[in-house]
């Protein structure tokens, strides 16, 4: 077999799993059943909270820390369910990525605030950090898991998810540094 012919063997493959996708969403996650409802507050009320307690001040940092938050959790959900590590069994729609009211939302919006919180009020954003993420990972994952709407497959467990929360949030941190230091040379 070449290139083209294994090529459309992995589209044709595509193709069916999106539609595997739809007809589970259909059956068992789309506006008839409460797991939609909720993966759609997950998504909808962070956001909420963010329009009225977000510093309009310094409104392009903090968004800047949370939409690399954001991207880099998306990419690492997106790996992790690829894998068959960490999989979202209830999604918003079958056409975007499963995890997105939790890596678009939950995360980021909290993430976003501490940084906020600490920032503004000259407390240890790391230390802050390591506490919301064990609320994260083992609190907020284990209620996801208790409500099968997340699964650990091959290992994958709380602690390791608490892990990648760190990670995450300091890489966005050292980003959004960087960031004001070059805002900070433009200026002069």
Known sequence: MDDKQQWEQIVEKKVELHSAYSSYWNQYSDFGNWQFWLVLALLLLPLLLLVFTVDR????????????????????????????????????????????????????????LLYQYCTNHKKNFFLYTILLSAVFAFGFASFERYLWLVQFKKGMNQFYLFLI????????YGFTKLLLKVRDRARL
């Open 165 to 172: 929360d760190i990670v995450i949030v300091f890489i966005a």
């Open 57 to 112: 001040k310094r409104i392009f940092e903090v968004f800047f820390f949370g939409y690399t938050v954001h991207i880099l959790w998306e990419y690492a959900d997106i790996a992790l369910g690829h894998s068959g590590f960490f999989v979202h069994r209830y999604f918003l729609l079958p056409v975007i990525p499963n995890a997105t009211n939790v890596t678009a939302s939950v995360l980021p919006v909290g993430f976003l």
